[in-house]
Each structure stands twice: as structure tokens, then as C-alpha cells.
């Protein structure tokens, strides 16, 4: 049974799915044109994709950036998300570089929610997740597959591991080779539903796991992804779209 976290004025794990707009600009003047237009189509939660930022390293910088998104955004929660190269991010970083951005964002304040990659959950970085906790900040734990889709076996044991590191959310993204790969998706989505207490994020990519992304109050995933400006994944429809796909399959059930 699921049980539903709340991350500020927004309840994740129940109902419809939680629509997420990513805001994916490489500069501070890409960022803020971004954030007004994604703020005025009032998506329930905003991503910012760090990788994406120029300055990432820059730690006064990033703050300035996200004491910005803080005050454009308003109620809306802002998840903080620095994708690693390996799992389909835009630059490179350290091991030590990618904690410590995490630690130091949670300690701010102005981020409701961190995405942890799963791997820095586990291991040498384990103490990660307790400091992010500390600050009262909801940690999504990720793991992203661009290339492939895992058996559907491998798929719930990663979601196990991310519920026993201590997230508070649990994500999988895979890339479909076919359909089939999409089917193994939401039938993981939908055991690791009824197996695990975590709210779970699960999208496969691209034009053949569109389904996926439309289709989560069914099969037990609690946010989507969506897009006011630029994608920051293959097959992520437009907001207004996916408002009206989401509308569509709420009114079936």
C-alpha cells in the first residue's frame, strides 16, 4: 500500500498524477525566461535540471539561482535535480562534486525536493540521504536506463533498493526497443505498486513509452513529466497536452 508524501502544498501518491515541468536553461537569463513561462502554466512541480547550468560549480551562483526560482515559483515545489553525465545529463562531475552540491542545496532551503541518483544512496555516499533528511528536504531516488529496459525482475529489485536506502520516492526511466519493453514498464510499476510503500515515478522514453507517461493513475505512477519550454527527456509531451490526456484517462476510471 502506498503511502502518499507530501512536498509542500502537494500530495504525491494519490489521485491524478503529479504533472513536473523541467526548467533546463544554461544561463541565468535562460533560466528566469523559463521559470516566469513555466510559473504562469501552473504545473504542480517544477524541476530544475542543474546540469544544465553553466556556472553548476559555482555554489553562490546556483543559490542565486535558486533563490529566484524560489520567489518566481511561489507555492509551486521545486525539485532540484543535477542528472550525472552517466545517466543521461549534459556534463560531466565528480563523485565529491555531485554530493556536495546535494548536501549544500538541501542545507538552503529553498528546494522542497532532491533527486538522488541511486547510486549515491548506497555504498561509500550513504550518509548522503540522512543529511538531506536532516533538512527537511523529500529525497526522489533515481535510476535511468537510455539505452535499454531492464527485465521487469531487475526493475523491482532497483525500486526495493531505492525503498530500503531510505528514499522518499522512487523513480525508473527506461528507453523502449519495442513494445514490449513499454509493457515490462508499467507491469513493474504495477507490482512494485502493490510491493512497496513508496510513492513511484516510472516513464519509459520516447514516442512508444508515451503511454506510460498518460497512463499512471492506472498502473501506480505518481508523477509525470511535461514540457512549457524544452524537454529535458525523449516523448515528453507539452503541459497542456498531457493536462488533457491525464483529465481523459481520470474520467474513464
Not at 549544500?104 to 540522512?130: H, K, M, N, P, Q
Not at 510503500?197 to 501506480?220: D, K, N
Not at 514540457?227 to 488533457?244: D, I, N, T, Y
Request: proline share 5%; net charge negative.
Amino acid at each position: 500500500m502506498v503511502k502518499p508524501v507530501q512536498i509542500r502544498n502537494l500530495t504525491i501518491g494519490e489521485g491524478i498524477p503529479k504533472i513536473c515541468v523541467p526548467v533546463t536553461g544554461r544561463t541565468k537569463e535562460e533560466i528566469e525566461k523559463q521559470a516566469y513561462r513555466i510559473a504562469a502554466a501552473r504545473p504542480d512541480l517544477v524541476e530544475w535540471r542543474a546540469d544544465y547550468f553553466e556556472q553548476v560549480e559555482n555554489l553562490s551562483r546556483v543559490q542565486e539561482i535558486l533563490s529566484t526560482l524560489r520567489v518566481i515559483m511561489g507555492q509551486i515545489p521545486i525539485l532540484f535535480t543535477f542528472r550525472t553525465e552517466k545517466e543521461g545529463g549534459v556534463r560531466p562531475f565528480s563523485t565529491e562534486a555531485y554530493v556536495n552540491l546535494n548536501q549544500t542545496v538541501s542545507r538552503w532551503g529553498l528546494a522542497d525536493a532532491l533527486d538522488v541518483e541511486l547510486l549515491f544512496l548506497e555504498g561509500g555516499t550513504g550518509a548522503l540521504i540522512e543529511k538531506i533528511h536532516e533538512k527537511g528536504c523529500a529525497i526522489v531516488c533515481s535510476n535511468h536506463h537510455f539505452h535499454d529496459t531492464p527485465p521487469v525482475d531487475e526493475m523491482l529489485s532497483l525500486f526495493g533498493r531505492m525503498e530500503e536506502a531510505g528514499a522518499d520516492i522512487l523513480k525508473i526511466a527506461v528507453m523502449p526497443k519495442e513494445p514490449k519493453d513499454v509493457l515490462k514498464l508499467l507491469a513493474a510499476t504495477c507490482e512494485a505498486k502493490e510491493r512497496y510503500s513508496c510513492p513511484l515515478i516510472s516513464m519509459a522514453m520516447g514516442g512508444q513509452g508515451v503511454v506510460s507517461r498518460i497512463s499512471g493513475e492506472i498502473f501506480g505512477s505518481s508523477v509525470t513529466f511535461a514540457a512549457v519550454e524544452e524537454a529535458s527527456a525523449p516523448g515528453q509531451l507539452p503541459l497542456e497536452k498531457m493536462r488533457r490526456a491525464l483529465a481523459l484517462m481520470h474520467g474513464a476510471l
